[in-house]
């Protein structure tokens, strides 16, 4: 079974910055994209950014580029989503999620597994 658990996520001014990581486990975690995907109160969940397998691709949403990195260390097993000059519309509940593909995703449909989430509030 899959598991991915997130953490780093907490309250900050806008301006600020936070990395969030996610931990895997349960398969061979340097074969397959992953990336987060975030929700706001009252909104649907959004894409944020992936990773390829190889670290080779990333993609980002359009709300993000230039102040959200992507990126992943497959000896720990682990994703990171270092966000500088956060923004109150920043403000969401992230998610770490992965799929049966290498090529990173840009949409929920190549989801197979979601983490639980962690809290990201931007205070203007």
């Known amino acids: 079974q899959v598991q991915l658990v997130e953490s780093g996520g907490g309250l900050v001014q806008a301006g600020a910055s936070l990395r969030l990581s996610c931990a895997a486990s349960?398969?061979?975690?340097?074969?397959?994209?992953i990336g987060w995907f975030r929700q706001a109160p009252g909104k649907e969940r959004e894409f944020v950014a992936s990773?390829?397998?190889?670290?080779?691709?990333?993609y980002y949403a359009d709300s993000v580029k230039g102040r959200f990195t992507i990126s992943r260390d497959n000896a720990k097993n682990t994703v990171y989503l270092q966000m500088n000059s956060l923004k109150p519309e920043d403000t969401a509940v992230y998610y770490c999620?992965?799929?049966?593909?290498?090529?990173?995703?840009?949409?929920?449909?190549?989801?197979?597994?979601w983490g639980k989430g962690t809290l990201v509030t931007v205070s203007s």
């Open positions: 349960g398969r061979a975690f340097s074969s397959y994209a």
């Open positions: 999620a992965t799929g049966p593909y290498s090529s990173p995703f840009l949409h929920t449909s190549g989801i197979y597994y």
């Open positions: 990773i390829s397998a190889g670290a080779d691709t990333t």
